[in-house]
Nanobody, 122 residues
């Protein structure tokens, strides 16, 4: 059973920064961050493939950076210039499927972190 443990959420003012981390019990092909705001569907934020290629949702491109440390089996999300609309529960996720596959098929993701709350005030 793959396990994911997240940390790093919190409350900041607009324009601030936060760094999320996720420790995974094993390296898996595609690693990603999702978020879910109250009353909204869970949406993908950033993806990183086994080879290190990255992709971002349009709403966060240029502000967020996804990275991983293979030696430590860890995944990170650096979030800069945060906006109130970034407020959500953030989840890390991993999949044996490729990143392009799970970008359009969230139901294929079996392994999720417990979530960490990010709150951005104006």
């Amino acid at each position: 059973q793959v396990q994911l443990v997240e940390s790093g959420g919190g409350s900041v003012q607009a324009g601030g920064s936060l760094r999320l981390s996720c420790v995974v019990s094993e390296n898996i092909n595609c690693m990603a961050w999702f978020r879910q705001a109250p009353g909204k569907e869970r949406e993908g934020v950033a993806w990183i493939s086994g080879g290190g290629g990255t992709n971002y949702a349009a709403s966060v491109k240029g502000r967020f950076t996804i990275s991983k440390d293979n030696a430590k089996n860890s995944l990170h999300l650096q979030m800069n210039n945060l906006k109130p609309e970034d407020t959500a529960m953030y989840y890390c996720a991993v999949s044996f499927y490729s990143c392009p596959t799970i970008e359009s098929s969230i139901h294929l993701i079996k392994y999720w972190g417990q979530g960490t709350q990010v709150t951005v005030s104006s």
